[in-house]
């Protein structure tokens, strides 16, 4: 194996610090000639690791150089290549080495460096493709019922910038409908990558009309985070649920500056409100009520908020008076959706009140044996999801299970199971939004001309930290690859195995994809 220095005399002149800048950029920065001493000692503990290819080792001490001496290109530089001689590194690899270009742009070594950048997408590139076709593998021993692994595959593939094999997966279905459903998972794939127009002819050759439905939900999502607002409403024009995304449609609106497009789209809902034209339960005056209380969530985030709280009132107050059939259930759907909007404006002690009134509702519905307002589900089941929706507490969601399911230990288990999963998906959620919250902000920085070097370097490392520090970036992608490559036979837990499986593929696209994009600024 190539000596770690001599890979770095090969792409640089080295000193005794194994590299250095050209001339001209020492003669206007003389900073970078010097390390303090915390980090030159650093630096050199990691250069003896790196002799010994104690790669994690060296990291470790690059990074400390790194925290020590934040306006050098040195530890940055170290650390792309310490991070190259692990497999499955590669995407880290490629962020430092952008952490350093950020720094070092001219440097000498600057096109080796790219190259070095451009090796290493190739290989990441192949490790996902790697995943994918063990995937392929796997779907292909799923019994014929679980009809969604292939559809997954075709839009793995489909972000993954592979567009022929995903068309390719999309026309071996064995009937329409699941040709169908890998047509929506390409336009959720295109979609995320910001391909409109090419999400919106995948989404054109769907014939099933809620397929299509939710083609058009993920169309809509890219184009209002886009700000393309008058797209955005074609496409609403082909979605079965209108109502929900004209709101989401007013506050993107009113985020951007639109404020009399955002209050006049709001009032236009409230009228359409008034005229039934949203409720399909004509005959069902709770209904508008809860449409009436998510318009009250609009008014509320876009400054109307003595309007807002009017209409909350009024919403709270038909609760009350709710009589009839199916009385408590249906007080029960209005009290859940108004604790759903005083949550979304913040005031999460107000709905977790609600909640309490709508499990009180609830609860006189089973003991007057009303018929549920959901039969398919039943309304214990919604209400306490909606309570783990907003409380995000664990202990109280388990508390309020034994206080719904009581009457049913089998269902009470069964739920108790599903509250783990529930914990581990939020959990993941979390990780997600922490990762997305860093990829906007790190591209908010490299986009700005004003950002100094410095800054954009940083905003590579605050990427790296949030995004590339799960496992699967660091330790064990070669693991998770053997793994998945001894997949047991098809059972009766094989689908569940094949959504586990496809994680890593999903996450290491992802990240992927990112990377391109923070290139792009």
């Not at 390390?35 to 002799?51: E, R, T, V």
């Not at 080796?112 to 950048?117: G, L, P, S």
């Not at 979304?344 to 309490?356: F, P, Q």
């Not at 902000?441 to 995004?467: E, F, H, M, V």
Request: charged letters at 25%.
């Amino acid at each position: 194996m190539q000596s770690f220095r001599n890979r770095l005399g090969r792409l640089t002149c080295v000193a005794c610090l194994c590299f250095a800048l050209p001339v001209v950029v020492l003669a206007q920065t003389s900073k970078f000639t010097q390390l303090p001493p915390a980090a030159q000692q650093s630096i050199d503990k990691g250069l003896s690791a790196a002799q010994q290819q104690q790669w994690l080792a060296a990291i470790g001490y690059f990074e400390a150089a790194r925290t020590a001496a934040l306006a050098s290109p040195i530890p940055l530089y170290n650390l792309g290549l310490a991070e190259s001689k692990i497999p499955g590194r590669e995407l880290r690899a490629i962020s430092w080495f952008e952490a350093y270009l950020a720094l070092g742009p001219n440097a000498d070594n600057a096109p080796a460096v790219r190259q070095e950048i451009s090796d290493h997408k190739i290989l990441a590139k192949g490790n996902a493709s790697k995943l994918i076709e063990i995937l392929k593998q796997l779907a292909a021993k799923l019994p014929p019922s679980n009809s969604s692994a292939f559809p997954s595959i075709a839009g793995l593939l489909a972000k993954n910038g592979d567009a022929e094999a995903a068309e390719q997966i999309v026309q071996n279905q064995s009937d329409k409908q699941r040709q169908d459903y890998a047509r929506e998972e390409i336009v959720k794939s295109l979609a995320k990558l910001k391909r409109i127009p090419d999400a919106i002819m995948q989404a054109e050759k769907i014939t099933l009309s809620g397929t299509k439905d939710s083609a058009y939900r993920s169309i809509f999502s890219a184009q209002v985070a886009a700000s393309l607002f008058s797209d955005a409403k074609k496409s609403i024009d082909q979605s079965s649920n209108q109502f929900d995304e004209l709101l989401e449609l007013v506050e993107a609106e009113f985020k951007s500056g639109k404020y009399d497009e955002a209050t006049a789209l709001l009032d236009d809902v409230r009228a359409s409100i008034d005229k039934n034209k949203f409720d399909s339960w004509k005959n069902k005056h709770e209904v508008k009520a809860q449409e009436l209380a998510a318009v009250a969530a609009a008014e509320y985030k876009i400054g109307r908020r003595e309007e807002a709280d009017a209409l909350l009132q009024q919403v709270q107050k038909y609760a009350s008076s709710i009589t009839g059939e199916q009385k408590y259930g249906r007080r029960m759907y209005v009290l859940m959706n108004l604790a759903v909007s005083e949550n979304e404006i913040g005031r999460k002690s107000k709905a977790l009140g609600l909640l309490k009134e709508a499990e009180a509702a609830c609860l006189a519905a089973r003991n007057a044996h009303e018929e549920p307002v959901n039969s398919v589900v039943g309304d214990d089941w919604v209400l306490w999801h909606q309570f783990l929706y907003i409380s995000k507490d664990y202990d109280g969601a388990k508390a309020s299970l034994q206080r719904l399911f009581s009457y049913n230990p089998e269902i009470q288990h069964y739920r108790e199971v599903e509250l783990i999963a529930w914990r581990a998906s939020s959990i993941e959620a979390s990780a997600n939004a922490t990762c997305n919250a860093a990829k906007v902000s790190s591209i908010k920085t490299l986009a700005n001309a004003a950002s100094s070097p410095g800054q954009r370097a940083q905003a590579w490392s605050d990427y790296i930290k949030a995004c590339l520090s799960a496992p699967l970036f660091t330790t064990e992608l070669k693991a998770t690859i053997a793994g998945l490559a001894n997949f047991p036979p098809a059972d009766n837990s094989s689908y569940e195995i094949f959504n586990h499986a496809k994680q890593p593929a999903e996450d290491l696209i992802d990240r992927i994809n990112d990377i391109h994009e923070l290139e792009q600024n």
